[in-house]
């Protein structure tokens, strides 16, 4: 690990071609190969559409991207972790989704994943102009230093004669006149008419009865963050919406980082909590709600009083209380992955639907597959769902039951719930009584969340831009059983001993934050827990010994690292100050001849 980058003498290494079978969007049909590109500094965003970090980092690069418009071109290598991913369609409406104002490789095969040796979603590479590697970040919070890295490259090679300053190859898709636009999340209001969170528009729509008649839309349309009448407020990709017991309306704002509450008679729409600003390790995690940040806030429910909260960009639970104007954690480490228990131990993975019953809130946890919920107690478990790489469409008893990436979750009366079986284009149910999980629709496009009106239920259908009204069926669907892992390389190791070294180099101009202690932190696990032997737990050292069991022949690591930097000017008292976190999870195979060392590139390069 070092703890400065040189800015004179830098690692290069020859970047491989850009190789995708679904070829290229937001290029105007156009294909492109690096020599293409020579003379601009290229920087690879190897991202997924589920994965809420690679959200966060398309937010991050915004800034960047405009400023340095005419040097610097991003391209997103989307990289599948999904099946569903892996489709082409689905990664076009992703695009647009999310507003990714750049090119955009489609990777279904991971061909250019491979090339490069990524290893986790996100992963920002950054090739000079002459197309050398020069930086890999994997994680958050590395805007900052790539933005330094950019200024250097651009003296260096303007002095050299060798960048090329001009339009870069982004060309914006024609606007497509619908309604709605990947709505989100829906609400039924008490007038009998229906509040959608429409996200890429930045709005909320209500409609009649029907689903289709637009009422009236709150919200400016453009991406922002402003209070006031229903025209002038901003909000930015909004999705979860609950009704408070004043009447009003409470809106989980994602991309704000924020919860809104709009009154629904006269329009109005005020900041509840949230600063803006997106939570990072360290920042509080209680207290006066405006005051305090939050992270990709994606579904809201009242339940025991307080307003709950899919915290999905730090894999927790928060509440808001209305009452003392709090908020703060209710459940989770921010640690990644499916662990049940009490609120304070609890892992969970980007929890992002949430309904409540009298004595449960029930919980989609995307990333896991998983339905889960949490008791009266505050202890969380689990109904269907096994862990971070096991997904499909399987009905059937619950333990062995398969979802694919869930966003949404409904409350039925019998007691039961319905699941918004995103990835699986299914409206799935799950009930308690019997322990059955069974299909109740499916050719649903994307269904992010549904509500129930009368004896039907409505689903938001997100990638067909509509709400679809279904009776709900008496008896179920039959459907073929699939199920898949994620598909990603196995690293081969040897069984014994093995180094596990994360590369942290700190930006040019900074170096680690040791004012308080150490500025880093690693925790390691795994699965099977039997793989390993020693070298499990947290620390904050970034290398590891560790011994894994040379009986257990194949697994997964789970490694999570955070580094902290700060400006590097002994003349300034309040330097500016900068988090970097990742988590992978590194599938490996035992077996002799395997390395002994693993390398994972937090910020720099593995010289």
């Known amino acids: 690990m070092n703890d400065s980058a040189p800015t004179t003498r830098r690692a290069r290494v020859r970047a491989p071609e850009l190789i995708g079978k679904g070829g290229w969007l937001n290029t105007g049909d156009e294909q492109y190969t690096l020599a293409d590109l020579r003379g601009r500094i290229v920087i690879l965003d190897f991202w997924t559409f589920c994965c809420i970090n690679c959200l966060h980092v398309l937010d991050e690069l915004r800034e960047l991207e405009e400023k340095h418009r005419d040097t610097v071109v991003i391209i997103g290598v989307h990289s599948p972790k999904f099946a569903h991913e892996a489709e082409h369609q689905a990664v076009v409406d992703a695009v647009e989704r999310y507003g990714v104002e750049h090119p955009v490789l489609d990777d279904p095969e991971l061909a250019t994943w491979k090339q490069y040796a990524v290893r986790a979603w996100p992963t920002l590479v950054v090739i000079d102009p002459e197309g050398y590697v020069v930086a890999q970040h994997a994680g958050e919070g590395h805007a900052h230093a790539i933005a330094r890295l950019v200024a250097e490259l651009e003296t260096e090679h303007a002095a050299k004669g060798t960048l090329r300053r001009g339009d870069g ?92 509450r709009l009154d629904l008679a006269t329009g109005e729409v005020t900041t509840l909590a949230g600063t803006g600003r997106q939570w990072w390790q360290g920042s509080p995690t209680f207290g006066p709600a405006r005051e305090v940040d939050l992270s990709s806030p994606w579904d809201v429910a009242l339940f025991g009083g307080k307003v709950w909260i899919a915290m999905a960009g730090v894999h927790q639970l928060w509440a808001y209380d209305p009452q003392d104007g709090t908020v703060g954690v209710a ?74 990436h869930p966003l949404g979750v409904t409350a039925l009366p019998d007691g039961s719930v319905a699941v918004s079986d995103t990835y699986n284009h299914a409206l799935r149910r799950y009930d308690p009584a019997t322990g059955e999980v069974t299909t109740l629709a499916t ?62 180099q700190a930006p040019a101009g900074q170096k680690l934050d040791t004012r308080y202690g150490p500025s880093t932190r690693l925790l390691i696990s795994s699965t099977p827990p039997e793989l390993l032997l020693a070298g499990e737990g947290a620390g904050t050292d970034l290398s590891r010994a560790l011994e894994l069991n040379p009986a257990v022949t194949e697994g997964v690591l789970h490694v999570s690292a955070m580094a902290a930097s700060c400006d590097d000017d002994p003349a300034n008292e309040y330097p500016a100050c900068h988090v970097h976190q990742q988590d992978w999870g590194v599938p490996v195979r035992l077996g002799e001849g395997g390395a002994d060392r693993l390398p994972l590139v937090l910020a720099g390069m593995d010289e």
């Open 331 to 404: 459940a989770g480490t921010t640690n990644e992955g499916l662990v049940d228990g009490p609120a304070a131990e609890a892992w969970f993975a980007q929890p992002s639907g949430l309904a409540a019953t009298e004595d449960r809130l029930w919980l989609a946890d995307s990333e896991t597959s998983a339905l889960r919920w949490v008791d009266l107690d505050g202890a969380v478990h689990t109904a269907v769902g096994t862990g971070l790489f096991d997904f499909g469409h399987r009905d059937g008893a619950a333990e062995q039951a398969l979802l694919q």
């Open 443 to 504: 050719d649903l496009r994307e269904p992010s969340d549904a509500v129930l009106v009368g004896d039907d239920i409505v689903v938001v259908e997100s990638a067909r831009h509509r709400l679809t009204r279904l009776r709900l069926p008496e008896e179920a669907v039959r459907v073929e059983s699939v199920a898949h892992r994620t598909q990603r390389a196995t690293t081969e190791v040897a069984p014994g001993k093995l180094r596990l070294d994360v590369i942290f």
């Open 169 to 260: 190859p982004y060309v914006a898709p024609e606007p497509e006149p619908t309604v709605l636009r990947f709505p989100g999340k829906a609400l039924a209001l008490p007038s009998g008419n229906l509040l959608v969170s429409d996200t890429t528009r930045h709005q909320l729509v209500e409609l009649e009865g029907d689903g289709e008649t637009v009422v009236r839309r709150i919200g400016s349309g453009v991406r922002g963050f402003a209070d006031g009448a229903a025209e002038v407020a901003g909000f930015s990709e909004p999705q979860g919406l609950a009704l408070l017991e004043d009447g009003s309306v409470v809106v989980a704002d994602a991309v704000n980082h924020a919860l809104r």
